[in-house]
């Protein structure tokens, strides 16, 4: 019987984080759970897919953290084998006018956004099995350029450039890179500090007249990171109901 592919997903407690590490079980993945302070949500997302019959595991590190990001990699290979797919999910969203940005939110945002995912590719450069595939995290919010998001909106934009790049440094290595850009999603992320009326406008603004869902999001990182995508590389998919 040949051993399952291994997942690695970043900030996968909870939200879309959590829709994708279940999607990808589902798929045939042994799963690897990164959480920063969410052990109790991570512990019962791996009891719930053991249950399942799937292998799975959670892994504390924050991806800010160069030395807790490379143990966290080693940690995986240990317990389950050579990471194939590794998913950058972990984020932060903090909207607030730039003027009004503080330098601890400034460095917060992108630390965890922009460095986590620069730590988490420069690892995986020396660790992901050839043939692998890397997904890392946008969001719609770039091209809607709505006041209070500039912060934020420019720790994605680097996370866009640095996965374009990094897809052309892999030459020869047979691993896709690519973005996910979500438009609005229903998880505490998106949802905290916003009223019902903010929800219901975000919600009617795309064409398809709702929020998105994080299994929404799981079923494009499923494509991805499968044998149908495999000539996929190097680019950003906007899923976010036509919004933009």
Known sequence: ?????IALVTGASRGIGAAIAQQLASDGFAVAINYAH????????????????HQAMAVQADVADAAQVRAMFEAVESAL?????????????????????????????FNTNTRGTFNTLREAAQRLNDGG????????????????????????????????????????????????????????LFLNGKTPEQIATFAKMPPLERLGQP???????????????????GQVLRANGGLA
């Open 1 to 5: 019987m040949t051993p399952p592919k």
């Open 38 to 53: 969410s052990q109790a949500e991570a512990d019962a997302l791996v009891a719930v897919l053991h249950d399942q019959g």
């Open 81 to 109: 084998g050579r990471v194939d797919v590794l998913v950058n999910n972990a984020g932060i969203l903090k909207p607030a006018p730039l003027a009004d940005t503080s330098d601890a939110l400034f460095d917060q945002t």
């Open 133 to 188: 595939r890397i997904v890392n995290f946008s969001s719609t919010a770039l091209v809607l350029k709505l006041p209070g998001y500039a912060i934020y909106n420019a720790s994605k934009a680097a996370v866009e450039a640095l996965t374009q790049v990094f897809a052309k440094e892999l030459r020869g290595r047979n691993i896709t890179v690519n973005v996910v850009a979500p438009g609005p999603v229903a998880t505490g």
């Open 215 to 233: 299994e929404d999001i799981a079923q494009v990182v499923s494509f991805l990171v499968g044998p149908q995508a495999g000539w996929v590389n």
